[in-house]
């Protein structure tokens, strides 16, 4: 029921209009989805049920070190207060009204936790100005120091939450030491930058968007303002701090999740830079969509993941934190891979076209994904895409994308837009300012498992513009459904601290990072690459001007060209593995 719930919250959001309490509610709902799943999960360890502790509550304002007030709500067991025992301590923090935690923190307390939310600075009940997550780390550990201080602390402390809640998460390992035992985060980013600017393009209606749902619309210009990395980023950047990373985690994402690349590369980080004693203790769930409650594919039992990730972190709590009651074997950790077979470290959902008797949309798992054939396909003339082939002949294509007149988004990574997830792309594909090229049609299976990438060599007639990539599984009937897109914003191509511009009809060599997914061509379909320069609205729309986001200046149509030659020779880069790498589990 609670699943059913989620995903009926989570598919909501696309269908609100834009009444601001409306939306910014079933955000909130949203980012309740893993705590009300965990809090209704009945917790089974070593085959003996928890006691169920009598709670009180209570809150209380924490200082901060620069002595900003964080308010804070604490469900905790009688006995605790009382000194009869010592609780260890499951945090969240939240921009979403900490007193909405409620239900999830006495879920905790009744398990043997203290059960702790917190509101963000300048959000509800905590004093100070709302700052991104800039402060998240050090707002954290602050409030990690205090829970320690108090008589009825073991000094463990774990953490939880999802989305805003789980980025909050990835930061608090910067700051460091700290008293973490285990996070368990979902659909969150260690990467605030790469998040917010995706290959130097504007995540308009994720972040605008997302700001505006929360009643923080004018921090738009703020970010806008910090388009360039600086050390503005550096507190939302975990990138450097995964040696402070000495616990377990349990990490979830999403093939169609907003935070797609970003929280995969985190948990990369956890499980090969983290303390060496922990990197074995990092399991990662990849759902097939996040915050992406479905598009157009039907997705096969797409909860079970989140149910699995649910349990395996109630189990590592338990045998990190050490609640009173609970009782923990040595191996205990161990139990947290299904069926106690420990080489399955990685759960995730294999896509696949949803048509009948097609193959994918099911689980698998493995101890790490595997590792794929990096297969080329190259562009060729007359739209054909071609694997393993260069180009013969002097070639390209060529395209006026003018900014005034968008191509409007259709599916994809997104949050508040009336669609996402796999979505048919044929009203895009044939607008005069896109460029597709596709394979024949398949005469078997191909699985792909990583990181898609294209490689490209462009000219434009404009100072700067965009170059949209989108990798479509085109089916027996002609249905284009996108797989994954992305964007890289030209200006930014050499460096995400210094713009450049481009020089009229130069040719660049760029590659765009697609994204990553498990997806399974069927034979009979077609691998389609579209081009084409704007994705509106989930990125900003590119003048062209070479003017950064936040400037104003008189747009710019723009000739914009893909060569596909022996000497040019595009491609679309497509991690292939065996089938048999991929069994369902």
């Given at each position: ?47 003996q049920s928890t006691p169920s502790f009598t709670c009180t509550n209570f809150s209380v304002f924490i200082t901060a070190s620069d002595g900003t007030q964080l308010k804070t709500y604490i469900f905790i067991p009688k006995g605790a207060l009382n000194g009869t025992f010592k609780v260890p301590v499951i945090l969240e923090r939240t921009p979403y009204n900490a007193l909405n935690l409620a239900g999830s923190s006495a879920g905790w307390c009744s398990q043997g936790y203290a059960g702790v939310g917190q509101d963000f600075r300048g959000r509800y009940g905590s004093n100070g100005m709302f700052e991104f ?453």
């Amino acid at each position: 029921v609670v699943v059913v719930a989620a995903v009926f919250i989570t598919g909501s959001i696309a269908k609100l209009s834009d009444d601001g309490w409306k939306r910014d509610r079933l955000l909130w709902a949203q980012k309740s989805i893993e705590a009300a799943a965990r809090s209704n999960l009945k917790r089974s360890h070593n085959s003996q049920s928890t006691p169920s502790f009598t709670c009180t509550n209570f809150s209380v304002f924490i200082t901060a070190s620069d002595g900003t007030q964080l308010k804070t709500y604490i469900f905790i067991p009688k006995g605790a207060l009382n000194g009869t025992f010592k609780v260890p301590v499951i945090l969240e923090r939240t921009p979403y009204n900490a007193l909405n935690l409620a239900g999830s923190s006495a879920g905790w307390c009744s398990q043997g936790y203290a059960g702790v939310g917190q509101d963000f600075r300048g959000r509800y009940g905590s004093n100070g100005m709302f700052e991104f997550w800039r402060f998240a780390s050090s707002d954290a550990n602050d409030t990690m120091a205090w829970i320690i201080s108090q008589p009825w602390s073991n000094g463990k402390v774990g953490t939880t939450g999802g989305s805003a809640d789980g980025i909050a998460q990835y930061m608090q390992p910067i700051d460091s030491p700290h008293p973490l035992v285990a996070q368990f985060v979902v659909v969150g980013s260690g990467q605030m930058h790469k998040t917010t600017y995706q290959q130097g393009a504007y995540r308009e209606s994720l972040i605008s968007g997302w700001l505006a749902a929360i009643q923080e619309a004018g921090y738009s210009a703020t970010v806008e303002a910090h388009e360039p990395y600086s050390a503005w980023w550096n507190t939302i950047n975990d990138v450097g701090s995964y040696s402070h990373v000495n616990f377990p985690a349990v990490h979830v994402s999403g093939w169609f999740d907003i935070f797609n690349r970003h929280s995969l590369e985190t948990y990369r980080g956890y499980r090969t830079m983290g303390a060496a004693s922990v990197q074995e203790y990092q399991v990662l769930i990849v759902l097939p969509g996040g915050h992406c409650g479905g598009g157009a594919v039907k997705w096969e039992n797409k909860s079970w993941g989140l149910n699995v990730a649910t349990e395996l972190a109630t189990e590592m709590f338990a045998a990190t934190a050490n609640p009173p009651g609970a009782t923990v074997n040595e191996n205990a950790l161990n139990s947290m891979f299904l069926e106690g077979n420990t080489s399955i470290k990685i759960i995730w959902y294999v896509l696949g076209p949803g048509t009948f008797l097609s193959k994918g949309n099911y689980w698998t798992g493995s101890y790490d994904f595997p590792t794929p054939v990096n297969t080329l396909f190259y562009l060729q003339d007359k739209g054909k895409l071609l694997k393993g082939t260069k180009p013969t002949d002097v070639s390209f294509s060529k395209y006026t994308y003018n900014p005034l007149e968008p191509s409007p988004t259709i599916g994809g990574n997104n949050l508040l837009l009336k669609q996402c997830g796999p979505q048919d792309q044929r009203d895009g594909d044939k607008r005069s300012d896109t460029v597709t090229f596709a394979t024949e049609a398949l005469t078997e299976d191909l699985a792909i498992t990583g990181e898609m990438t294209a490689m490209l060599y462009v000219t434009s007639t404009a100072v700067d513009t965009d170059f949209v990539v989108k990798v479509e599984d085109v089916f027996i009937d002609g249905t284009s459904m996108l797989v994954q897109d992305a964007i890289i914003r030209m200006r930014w191509r050499d460096s995400i601290v210094t713009p450049s511009l481009m020089k009229p009809l130069q040719v660049y060599n760029v590659t765009i990072q697609v994204g990553y997914t498990s997806y399974i061509f069927n034979r009979g379909h077609k691998i389609q690459l579209a081009i084409t320069s704007s994705n509106f609205p989930r990125f900003s729309v590119n003048p062209n001007n070479g003017g950064l986001v936040n400037q104003s200046a008189t747009p710019v149509a723009a000739e914009n060209a893909i060569l596909h030659d022996i000497v040019h020779a595009s491609y679309l880069s497509l991690p292939v593995v065996d089938l048999s790498d991929l069994k369902p589990i």
